[in-house]
């Protein structure tokens, strides 16, 4: 019937949020990793045990980090916003920065 197809359908979407909130966290690591990295490779430049080629293929990779970082809380808030849409909320404004507010403490 239809109640249990909506309730599997919200089971189904809380699913997706909590891999989408993990999927975020994984990013995040992945970010400070890229920006720790390409710290470490700029200071070896400084000191001449690098190169500037070494040093621009860090900073490519921390851009796209930065942009995973960004595809992934996209996923997150498009994962709230089905499921205020599936649960009849239109408050998802609130659910998403309680959310992100969430995501943002360590």
């Known amino acids: 019937d239809l ?3 909506i309730a599997v359908q919200l089971y189904n979407a809380s699913g997706h949020i ?7 966290k994984v990013a995040r ?3 400070d990793l890229a920006a720790r990295n390409m710290k470490a490779e700029e200071k070896l430049l400084q000191y001449g045990a690098s190169s500037t080629f070494l040093v621009l293929d ?5 851009s796209q980090a930065r942009l995973d970082e960004l595809s992934a809380l996209v996923s ?6 089905n499921y205020e849409r599936l649960a009849g909320r239109t ?3 609130a659910t998403a920065e ?3 507010t969430a995501e943002a403490s360590p």
């Open 3 to 5: 109640e249990s197809q």
């Open 91 to 93: 408050d998802f404004d």
């Open 58 to 62: 860090h900073q490519e990779r921390l």
């Open 29 to 31: 690591a992945a970010r």
């Open 98 to 100: 309680r959310l992100l």
């Open 76 to 81: 997150l808030n498009n994962a709230v916003a």
């Open 18 to 24: 909590e891999s989408s909130q993990e999927r975020v």
